[in-house]
């Protein structure tokens, strides 16, 4: 076995929350390369269907769209089921799906701290708890959150701190599930990216039109990456080249955290 052999996740079955844009579709992509059949778990039918479908023709793995609501309970049962009845098997699970809101907390309303909780926290917590009863059943799995920066830092010049908040509960919600799990075989970590060029991002264009500037002069390397930075380092903690890491944080920010 090479070196790359340790990278492939042939035979494998990996659910992508949010794997019809930005990251997510990145990230399910790349999985797919590596030869794993994919999920892609968003709340969009037709783009989740069309993401799907793209990836199977170019990488010929199998796809199936499952639309879903990861906030919603009934609903992430539901699409693990339908995985399940699908696939038999599932063994990588990528917490991918987030949204952010813009909005300084003095003026935040509860239903907008509520709406990034429950996606991006909630979310995280619903999928891997039906998802790991099936790995548990299996015999052990990865599961990988995209968790963010913003985890460990300030983020400036926009208010956010309902996001950074569920950003920080997905890193220690992570470190406690590895503590938890790693008795099932199963392994837990994220990806913390910084600032990637996506629908996410273009939000924040609204709040101020230097923004772009601002952020590139907060990093080491000046400029705002591409969502394909990320999914590299998804295949690594989705497959056996990462077999000895859980709970931990890889950080892919173009060196903004460092000072
Ligand atoms: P996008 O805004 O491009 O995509 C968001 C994705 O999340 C979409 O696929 C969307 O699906 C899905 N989604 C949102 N709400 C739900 C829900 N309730 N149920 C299921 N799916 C949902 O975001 P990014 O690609 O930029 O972000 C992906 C992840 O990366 C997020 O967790 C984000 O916080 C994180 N991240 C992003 C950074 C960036 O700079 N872009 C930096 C650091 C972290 P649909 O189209 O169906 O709504």
Not at 34 to 60: H, K, L, P
Not at 101 to 118: C, K, L, N, P, R
Not at 219 to 224: A, H, S
Not at 249 to 259: E, K, S
């Amino acid at each position: 076995m090479t070196v790359l052999d340790r990278f492939r996740l042939d035979g494998q079955t990996a659910i992508v929350t949010g794997g019809n844009r930005g990251i997510g579709r990145e990230i399910a992509g790349a999985l797919a390369e590596a030869g794993a059949d994919v999920v892609v778990a968003n709340r969009n039918g037709e783009s989740g269907r069309e993401a799907a479908a793209e990836i199977a023709d170019s990488t010929g793995v199998e796809t199936l769209a499952v639309e879903t609501d990861v906030a919603d309970e009934a609903s992430v049962r539901a699409m693990v089921d339908t995985v399940v009845e699908a696939f038999g098997e599932i063994d990588v699970l990528v917490n991918n799906a987030g949204i952010v809101v813009h909005e300084a907390a003095e003026t935040m309303t509860e239903e907008e701290w509520d709406s990034v909780v429950d996606v991006n926290l909630k979310g995280t917590f619903l999928c891997s708890k039906y998802v790991g009863r099936e790995m548990m059943a299996s015999g052990g799995g990865s599961i990988l959150s995209v968790s963010s920066m913003s985890a460990f830092v300030a983020n400036y010049p926009q208010r956010q701190v309902a996001y950074n908040a569920s950003k920080g509960g997905i890193e220690s919600f992570t470190r406690q599930l590895a503590s938890e799990w790693a008795e099932h075989d199963i392994r837990v970590n994220t990806v913390a990216p910084g600032y990637i060029r996506t629908d996410n991002t273009d939000q924040a264009d609204a709040v101020d039109p230097d923004i772009d500037e601002i952020w590139e002069s907060e990093m080491l390397m000046d400029e705002i990456a591409g969502p394909e930075d990320v999914a590299p380092t998804a295949v690594f903690l989705a497959s056996d080249a990462s077999r000895y890491m859980t709970g931990a944080c890889i950080v892919v920010d173009g060196g903004y955290t460092v000072r």
